[in-house]
């Protein structure tokens, strides 16, 4: 098994930026490929970006093409999700997820460990 803490999240103005980061330990990094997911009030979780066990691939929702860079450093067994031109849309507590398999899925049912969330607040 492999615990998940994700980090960086805030409140910015549209167009700002943040960069989440999420630490993995307890088990080798290298052994999952790596999701984020958010979810706002009231909606169900979403998939935002995911990237494989050697980060030779990688997959993002069309809400976030363009502007959201998913990235891992396995030396420190952490991923990040960087996030330019923010949107108020984007508002949501961002989850990152660890699936076994090591592929780039897209939907929540295919991951395995989940983190607790960190909370991403764009204003207008």
């Known amino acids: 098994q492999v615990q998940l803490v994700e980090s960086g999240g805030g409140l910015v103005q549209a167009g700002g930026s943040l960069r989440l980061s999420c630490a993995a330990s307890g088990s080798p990094f290298t052994n999952y490929g790596m999701g984020w997911f958010r979810q706002a009030p009231g909606k169900e979780r979403e998939f935002v970006a995911a990237?494989?066990?050697?980060?030779?691939?990688?997959n993002y929702a069309g809400s976030v093409k363009g502007r959201f860079t998913i990235s891992r450093d396995n030396a420190q067994n952490t991923v990040y999700l960087q996030m330019n031109n923010l949107k108020p849309e984007d508002t949501a507590v961002y989850y990152c997820a660890a699936d076994r398999s090591r592929k780039v899925h897209t939907t929540d049912y295919e991951y395995d460990y989940w983190g607790q969330g960190t909370q991403v607040t764009v204003s207008s």
């Open positions: 990237i494989s066990w050697n980060t030779y691939t990688t």
